[in-house]
């Protein structure tokens, strides 16, 4: 798949969980609804997390919402810029449900053949874990 949309709605506090990456190039996931998310004190319809420099847990609250968390991964375009590409050659996720509620992404950045393992994370959504709401 090439992006990934799941149900949310205003107060669900969802977590992003950074499992593994390769370094170069630079790996993150973007995030987006049409309303506003936060993580920590900002607040934003979409962000960036960059493997390197995020936690390795990020809890994002769902503020306003059309009712989609719709992400992606990326990969820097230029090193050190922060500037990204995704959705090109072989680039693209694989999801795969766990028993714990956790859903986990392996994402291939471009190259065909070279696997899902560049990023891998891992998302739980309130409504998707196994207390549910």
């Known amino acids: ?37 936060q993580i920590a004190s900002a607040s934003a319809s979409q962000f960036v997390l960059w493997r390197d420099t995020s936690p390795k847990v990020v809890e994002i609250t ?35 449900g766990r028993d714990d509620g956790w859903i986990e992404y392996g994402c291939n950045d471009f190259g065909v053949g070279q696997g899902f393992e560049k990023l891998v994370f891992s998302v739980l959504v309130p409504r998707q874990s196994p207390q549910g709401r």
């Open 62 to 96: 769902v503020l306003e919402t059309d009712g989609l968390l719709r992400f992606y991964n990326v990969f820097e375009r230029e090193p050190g810029t922060g500037s990204f590409l995704s959705h090109m050659n072989a680039a693209g996720m694989i999801s795969q």
């Open 1 to 37: 798949m090439l992006i990934e949309a799941v149900p949310v709605a205003a107060g669900d506090v969802v977590h992003l969980r950074f499992e593994r990456a390769t370094p170069n190039p630079r790996q993150g996931v973007w995030l987006a609804t049409q309303g506003s998310l």
